[in-house]
């Protein structure tokens, strides 16, 4: 299935994203409370939050691939069940974006994790 | 429930790049086997083992006219897909949003400037 792909650009350089991308006290500020993240490859963790009617509060994540300041690859099952060969993508690129700036392209599944063969 | 396992069937169903093709080919028209197996070049008992799917998931409406049985695409079922795709979008939309105002709060540290 193809990927769904949002691009944004930030006015601010690639390595600070990346640092709102990978501190977990800065990713509690935009996402979920991550508990155990490091941006390492093979590192798991869980992002938490409240649960919610049928969603049990919290993504269980495994990084799968790392390029400092560059991509970010992780699994993200959200439910029991779900695909983990299904990953999330963030990449960032200095090149694309306004300068200066960063262009942050996220890539996600275009079906749920749980709708596939 | 009924209605989950329905959403997650068209999901499945969509997930087959050949039943893929077929729904691309038959957007542009209605068209008998023989037609979809020369469009496709993939064997006949594979198109009509995919219709069948397509047919059973109601994505694909079925008529006879003469010899040939004729093939139309039904695309109510994908507007699920749709309505999954656009949800998922927009957290994320969020999440970028909150992102942003993160960084714009950010102080940059000095081996970061541009």
Redesign the interface.
Known sequence: MTDIRIVRDYPHPPAKVWRALTDPALIALWAMRPEGFAAVVGNRSRFVAKPQRGWRGFVECEVLEVRERELLRYSWIGNEGEDARRPLLAELDAEGALRPGSALSVRFPATPANGGT | MSRALA??S???V???PTRRALLDTLSRGEKNVGELVRSLAVTQSAVSQQLAVLKRAGLVREHRAGRFRYYRLRAQPLAE?DT??AR??AH??R??D???????A?P??P????
């Open positions: 959403t997650e068209v999901f499945q969509i997930s087959c897909v999954w795709i998922y979008r994320v939309e999440q970028l909150a992102l942003g105002q993160v960084l714009d950010m940059d540290e081996e970061e400037a541009p």
